[in-house]
């Protein structure tokens, strides 16, 4: 089960941190992906990081800005957001999955396990 948490409303220019913790299971294996759904839009990637070597993938719209990092030891993995715009608003989900090729972690169909969302909000 994978728990989602550190959402909040924050003004344009600030920050906030997310942090995806796994219970039942260890993401030790695992790669983790960050998407988001906005109102009205289908649910895009983010930000994922590989088990393997902790390779890294950004969608081109948060690199610079989000920072995606695991912690093996507390299981968890944390999406760093900073410098947030309006249009980041989202509601933001982490999943998990394991096999994953670093090529395909983009992709959400490739991830099995869901996490439920927790709302981001920036207002400008």
């Known amino acids: 089960q994978l728990q989602a948490c550190g959402g909040g409303l924050v003004q344009a220019g600030g920050s906030l941190r997310l942090a995806c913790a796994a219970s039942g299971r260890t993401f030790r294996t695992y790669a983790v992906g960050w998407f988001r759904q906005a109102p009205g839009k289908e649910r895009e990637f983010v930000a994922a990081?590989?088990?393997?070597?902790?390779?890294?993938s950004y969608a081109e719209s948060v690199k610079g800005r989000f920072t995606v990092s695991r912690d093996n030891v507390e299981n968890t993995v944390y999406l760093q957001m900073n410098s947030l715009k309006p249009e980041d608003t989202a509601v933001y989900y982490c999943?998990?999955?394991?096999?994953?090729?670093?090529?395909?972690?983009?992709?959400?169909?490739?991830?099995?396990?869901w996490g439920q969302g927790t709302q981001v909000t920036v207002s400008s």
């Open positions: 999943a998990a999955s394991q096999g994953i090729l670093i090529m395909t972690m983009k992709n959400l169909e490739r991830y099995p396990y």
């Open positions: 990081i590989h088990w393997s070597d902790r390779a890294t």
